[in-house]
Nanobody
Framework: QVQLVESGGGLVQAGGSLRLSCAAS????????MGWFRQAPVKEREFVAG????????LYADSVKGRFTISRDNAKNTVYLQMNSLKPEDTRVYYC?????????????????WGQGTQVTVSS
């Protein structure tokens, strides 16, 4: 199994930037499709971004396209989410996930391993 730990969350003003990291241990992330999801209290978890095993293809939610960038460094066993032009509506707990299927998916059911989440709060 792979264990995932997110970091980099915090409080930022609207228009600011944060970079989230997801450090993996236990196994290499190389065989996994990786994704970022987010969730607000009493709401369903929603897809944010995903990246294929090689990093050659990425996928984004419409709400973050052009503002967020997902990347991965398989040598460092780490996935990143660069978040720019943050908005108050981006306030969520952000989760990193690893999927064993090779298909890049927006569905959380396609991801097998999850981190514990990191809080991102954007003030207006």
């Amino acid at each position: 199994q792979v264990q995932l730990v997110e970091s980099g969350g915090g409080l930022v003003q609207a228009g600011g930037s944060l970079r989230l990291s997801c450090a993996a241990s236990g196994r290499s992330i190389s065989p996994y499709v990786m994704g970022w999801f987010r969730q607000a209290p009493v709401k369903e978890r929603e897809f944010v971004a995903g990246i294929t095993r090689s990093g050659g293809t990425t996928l984004y939610a419409d709400s973050v396209k052009g503002r967020f960038t997902i990347s991965r460094d398989n040598a460092k066993n780490t996935v990143y989410l660069q978040m720019n032009s943050l908005k108050p509506e981006d306030t969520r707990v952000y989760y990193c996930a690893a999927g064993e299927n090779w298909v890049l998916s927006r569905r959380d059911s396609e991801y097998n391993y999850w981190g514990q989440g990191t809080q991102v709060t954007v003030s207006s």
